[in-house]
């Protein structure tokens, strides 16, 4: 049986229909003429075809700008997490908040020292961070192996290379601040009777202030070394109480009853130099200090927004 035929005007005028349904309302409407076929206006042959704007990208979340310089929320707890799996494997574990606390602190710091490594003109390209790279797979048994290790960390090759060559950059800036502290520094040269009460304190003191000898009573306490703390520049001893005192004094004076977590001292100043030749450890810990300097300084100059909490 044969399917019955639509009419030339009953197809026209469906075609019209399905036309003015997928084309915007700007499209003119087919014109019927009463004993003939419809037209239907079309675009000059010569009209670009319209471009279909391309849809707007996500924009990232970030944790902080650094003078401008994006530090995305997913580095961020990347970083966060790394940190805290590192303390527990160590066997500390810093509460929630001191942890989040340093990790943006350090993230910061490298920031800004890569900053102004670019600043004085250094500039790490793929060629040093590959080279890099080949020589941590070197330390740690081959590139195998290392792979594993960026992926137990959660880095990805890109997410590594970056990290790696941002520090590179932070590493040589230290180097450049730390260079600058120098091979000398204002030193003192103390002893001290290390006591490990108040009363017995007390007593020492008094016989001090009577008139017998800060040294032999030094050596009486301490036989091995007579209580003697060498030189040492300002941010060297763990009790700072036991610096101020030092450097407050003349040579020959000696403090006050001082107590710190490792008991009651008196300190007498030896002699004290201006320009005294630094020990290693000592250096080390200047040029620590100089770089502690250098970011309380530089943060000071700089537009830091930290925009999660």
Known sequence: ????????????FLLA????ACRQES????????????????????APTPT???????????????????LTL???????????????????NLATEEAAAWVLDNLIDSILLSQAAREAGFVVDEVSVQTRIDELAAEVGGAE??????????YSEAQFRQALAREM????????????????????HARQILLYNSEQAAEVLALL??????ASLADDYDPVTGGDLGWFPRGYLPSSAIEEAAFSLQPGQYSAVIESPAGFHIVQLIERDPQHPLSANARQVVQAQAVRNWLVERRNQSDIQVLQP
């Open 74 to 92: 997913a580095e961020y707890e990347a970083e966060l997490g790394r940190f805290q799996a590192a303390q527990v494997e160590a066997g500390t």
């Open 1 to 12: 049986m044969n399917r019955p035929k639509l009419s030339s005007l009953m197809l026209v």
């Open 169 to 188: 950059a932070a590493a040589w800036m230290r180097d450049q601040i730390a260079a600058g502290a120098g091979e000398t520094a204002d030193q003192a």
């Open 27 to 46: 499209t003119p409407t087919p014109t019927v003429f009463p004993d003939g076929p419809t037209a239907t206006a079309t675009l000059p042959p010569d």
């Open 17 to 20: 229909g399905l036309l003015a």
């Open 52 to 70: 279909p704007a391309p849809p707007t990208p996500t924009p990232e979340p970030l944790k902080a700008t650094i003078n401008g310089e994006p």
């Open 209 to 214: 202030q009577s008139g017998q000898d800060f």
């Open 145 to 154: 192996v290392l792979a594993d290790w960026m992926i137990a960390n959660g």
